[in-house]
């Protein structure tokens, strides 16, 4: 059966990846500091984690509305250990933890706060960018969020809109520009599981979905190679297993011994998700026009040359 060619990239498709990894250069760059801090402090990282869930309320529900790929009970797990440790108070008297609301207390929201601060500073020394530079990165990237936010919907802007924000006014550029990277990639979350939701249902088929990803990437191609890569997931190989066969069914997949690649109609299904995911995440970048993504690009990758070695 022969495969599809994969369509053309969207125009603005290169601008983001740069963004993208400065996002996770950051992150370690500022790594140190923060576990530091929150291993003399005594705070969970698993906290700072669902920062980006918002920090309002937590519950399973809501975890999947942003990540829906992850094992659901692994999350009401993690939640009734932080409510246990004094972190989230249990609201509405359920006893289920899958379906249990926690509210999260002033304290932990402040210790998130503290965490991010501490990374935040270390970028603040670490980052060998002139300010002003720095600056006009962040004003190009806050006003790519302002609008996503005034987006038309579809997509929801349920991650971009809830997300816990830490910098201010007073953290350092490096800091700000971090604050701001975050707010994109919710939004391309956001875009994204509404691309595919059309096709899979996310309430109960995102661990279906990051196995056909996995397989339409090339990242693995059996239910082992799947389980090993996708680990943080919190799924066996047994789950996707069941994945693979339900995928097969659809004929989105096809078997090959004990690994799968993806049917012409699978391929072009997958394809047509990234084409609306990019088609809805690039739609607001025209607020900048197309001389304000070049700059934007250009900026961001100087920055990342500048970055120190990790």
Do not use: C, K
């Amino acid at each position: 059966m022969t495969i599809p060619p994969a369509p053309d990239p969207h125009p603005l498709a290169g601008a983001w990846p740069p963004i993208e990894t400065t996002v996770f250069e950051f992150w370690g760059l500022a790594r140190p500091a923060m576990n530091a801090l929150a291993e003399e402090q005594g705070i969970p990282l698993a906290l700072h984690n669902y920062a980006e869930l918002g920090l309002e309320t937590l519950s399973v529900a809501d975890a999947l509305r942003r990540d829906p790929y992850s094992r659901p009970e692994d999350f009401a797990e993690e939640f009734a250990r932080l409510a246990a440790a004094g972190w989230l108070d249990a609201i509405g008297g359920s006893d289920d933890p899958m379906i249990t609301r926690y509210v999260v207390l002033p304290h932990a929201r402040e210790a998130v706060r503290a965490i991010d601060a501490a990374g935040d500073a270390l970028l603040g020394d670490l980052v060998a960018v002139p300010d002003a530079e720095l600056a006009r990165i962040h004003e190009l990237l806050a006003t790519i969020h302002a609008a996503n936010l005034a987006a038309p919907e579809p997509p929801a802007r349920w991650g971009a809109e809830r997300r816990f924000r830490s910098a201010d006014e007073s953290t350092p550029p490096p800091g700000r520009i971090r604050e701001a990277a975050l707010d994109l990639l919710a939004y391309r979350d956001d875009v994204h599981l509404a691309a595919w939701s059309a096709r899979a249902d996310p309430a109960t088929e995102g661990g279906l979905w990051n196995a056909f990803s996995h397989v339409w990437s090339g990242a693995a191609s059996s239910a082992e190679g799947i389980a090993l890569a996708a680990a943080f997931r919190g799924y066996d190989a047994s789950f996707y297993e069941q994945a693979l066969r339900d995928l097969e069914a659809r004929g989105w997949l096809v078997a090959e011994g004990t690994e799968y690649r993806t049917t012409a109609a699978g391929q072009a299904l997958r394809d047509e998700v990234e084409r609306q995911t990019d088609e809805w995440f690039f739609a607001p970048w025209a607020v900048l026009g197309e001389e304000g993504v070049t700059e934007l690009r250009e900026r961001v990758e100087a920055l990342l040359r500048s970055l120190p070695l990790l």
